[in-house]
């Protein structure tokens, strides 16, 4: 595994803990909540992203990608997140993982591409769901946003944004300032504002 790899996994392993605390200081009160994603509540928005990890899981595993489970959280959230994170955990752990492709939407790619699309998805979600939450966007942790605006940049191209209709997944960039927070930025990014 060439250094470069091993660091971005570590960094996914970091945002897969990161991603986990925030979901386990939610509060049942909390699922009808509005979020950043304006069409989902706290409630689908962490069900998204549980479902993304067991989606993430099977396509590093070199599986396809499965119909999208209307209700990937049980009655245990935090739970039902930690199962995924572990599946995920144990995909990349497989040997030659990182010298396969993997099937997307978009197409074929090099499955060490996917780190950091898994990565940034993370990040952004990690910040949907605290902000959503009333949680400390401050504590989170500045390099896993840096890696994912860094990637953000060279990968989110505009032909993949749009607005719900078009069925794109990332809206227009929003203007923030430039020496805002990381976490900011990187909502902004990914076009989010607060709800």
Partial sequence: ????????????????????????RVTPAQAGLPTPCRSWDVRTLVNHVVDEV????????????????????????AASYAAAAEGLRAAWRQPGVLERTVKLPMGEVPAAWTIHQQLTEL?????????????????????????SLAWGHENLL?????????????????????????YERLAAFGGRTRP
């Fill in 123 to 147: 990040a952004m979600h990690a910040w949907d769901v605290a902000v959503s939450t009333g949680q400390s966007t401050a504590v989170l942790d500045a390099e896993i946003a840096e890696a």
């Fill in 54 to 77: 067991n989606q993430f899981a099977l396509v590093t595993a070199g599986a396809p990608r499965r119909a999208v489970e209307p209700d990937a959280l049980g009655a245990d959230w």
């Fill in 1 to 24: 595994m060439s250094a470069s790899a091993a660091s971005a996994l570590a960094l996914l392993d970091r945002a897969l803990d990161q991603t986990g605390a925030v979901i386990g």
């Fill in 158 to 182: 505009p032909e993949y944004r749009g607005d719900e209709a078009s069925g794109a997944h990332i809206g227009p960039e929003v203007e923030v300032a430039t020496d805002a927070p990381v």
